[in-house]
């Protein structure tokens, strides 16, 4: 059996929260050895290494389990213009993600077992990163019905999620929280009060109301929360939140955690790094679901992601083309490509003293794939050896003209940025190589 060495390199360890010199040995698609370097023993890497053995120098840059993203979009059935699973996964690869969580909100949903197995075989055939779909909570993600979850868990659902469409009917939200706790299923939901937050392209205060944007109050996402948290203590259910994007939900969660319910909660990158200011003159791409925040709320969840009390960072990569963006501000669709820009946007965390980057992994990576059962997101020996060798601190131009995307409507484009994917590995094979 061929192996691989990777050496001198800086191993980010999320699992043991560490960061330090040394050298990786890979082989059957799995670690084998995780390795202490030394300025002493470096030369005996290169040189006592097997014959069949590939050494690869990482030149003292950074080497981490590959990110595993909770919440990407494909567009994969009803609108693959914008995306399809070949362009998602090449994206992803260039991103240093290894692993893609998929969203049901296509169209139509993945609300059954055979758009599941589609979607499935899709993802199989076309991307050259692992793929996990989600599907559907409620029939057509309309909150009427619950769907089939058994049967699409047999069929390989990851998790239950309407996406951004919250079911407002609490007694078939119940049902569905309860018959899901029974098979052990986790739920997915966008902390958010529908009526308050329909239509709304901002986030409410001064600014929106200087531009005239329709907007919604921060308390919406707390009031969606605190109604989740209620259900979630009657149901017993496995339960994670999409996007905490405001202060004010941060006590209500913590309460949650604290009275040992089911609950873990992410947030998306772009909140963590751009706030309400950043839309200017009613630029489009920076249009989100939720919509962007104050600056006293993004520096909040921050704190929260390097506390602990926000589990999950994710990229939330949400494809539109150009004809549903170039629009009036409030009639453009919401959200960004965020697969390629994901890891130099984290660095910005990284780079402001924000967080420490085995703790950011730990948000990226580890904490995903333990929440979801998933044995990636580790650097221990029998872990599948999903990679990703990058540079933290290569500066360079971000140009959407060059993102792998079919869409790319990313809110960072001619943003200087630092942080440059150098390779990704799957299951020890390079899948992505930086020219």
């Known amino acids: ?41 470096a030369e005996m890497f290169r040189t006592r290494n097997k014959s069949s053995e590939t050494v690869v120098d990482c030149g003292g840059k950074y080497l981490a389990p590959g990110i ?27 991103g240093g993600v290894t692993t893609m969580i998929t969203r049901p909100d296509t169209a139509p949903a993945i609300d059954n077992p055979e758009a599941l197995e589609f979607v499935i075989r899709r993802a199989r055939e076309t991307a050259p990163v692992r793929v996990h779909a989600m599907a559907a909570l409620t029939k057509g993600r309309m909150g009427r019905e619950m769907t089939e979850i058994g049967f699409l868990m047999d069929a ?27 098979l ?66 941060l006590p209500a969660l913590e309460r949650a955690k604290a009275n040992g319910l089911d609950i873990t909660a992410g947030t ?8 309400a200011l950043d839309v200017a003159d009613y630029r489009t791409f920076f249009k989100l679901k939720p919509p962007l925040r104050d600056e006293d709320d993004r520096f909040a969840v921050g704190e929260a992601v390097a506390s602990g009390l926000i589990d999950v960072i994710s990229s939330m990569h949400t494809p539109q083309d150009e004809e549903s963006k170039r629009l009036p501000f409030e009639e453009a669709a919401s959200g960004a490509v965020a697969l390629e820009t994901f890891l130099p946007a984290a660095m910005r965390l990284v780079h402001s003293g924000a967080i420490e980057l085995p703790l950011l992994w730990r948000a990226m990576s580890y904490n995903p794939a333990r929440r979801l059962g998933l044995p990636s997101g580790r650097m221990r020996v029998g872990a599948p050896a999903d990679l990703v060798l990058f540079d933290a601190h290569a500066p360079f131009v971000m140009d959407r003209a060059k993102l792998r995307s079919k869409s790319r409507n990313t809110p960072f484009d001619g943003a200087r940025m630092q942080g440059k994917v150098l390779a990704t590995y799957l299951n020890g094979e390079k899948i992505f190589e930086a020219s």
Do not use: W
């Not at 043991?16 to 370097?37: F, M, S, W, Y």
């Not at 659902?157 to 029974?182: E, P």
């Open 156 to 182: 390989g659902a990851i998790a239950f999620t309407d996406c951004d469409a919250v079911v407002t009917d609490t007694k078939v939200l119940s049902r569905a929280l309860t018959y899901a706790r029974s």
């Open 1 to 41: 059996m061929t192996t691989t060495l990777f050496i001198n390199a800086k191993i980010i360890d999320p699992e043991a929260g560490t960061e330090a010199l040394g050298a990786l040995r890979v082989g059957g698609g799995v670690i084998k050895e995780v390795l202490t370097q030394t300025p002493e023993n």
């Open 68 to 94: 595993v993203d909770i919440g990407v979009k494909v567009c994969e059935p009803g609108e693959r213009h914008k995306e399809s699973y070949r362009t998602a996964g090449l994206a992803a690869a260039a």
């Open 268 to 275: 998306s990158i772009h909140h963590l790094t751009l706030n």
């Open 184 to 249: 052990g299923a986790l739920v997915i939901a966008h902390p958010q009060e529908p009526i308050l937050s329909a239509g709304a392209a901002a986030t409410s205060g001064k600014f929106a109301s200087l531009r005239g944007l329709p907007a919604v109050s921060p308390m919406a996402e707390r009031m969606g929360l605190d109604r989740d948290i209620a259900m979630i203590e009657m149901t017993g259910a496995r339960y994670h939140a999409d996007q905490i994007t405001t202060a004010r939900a």
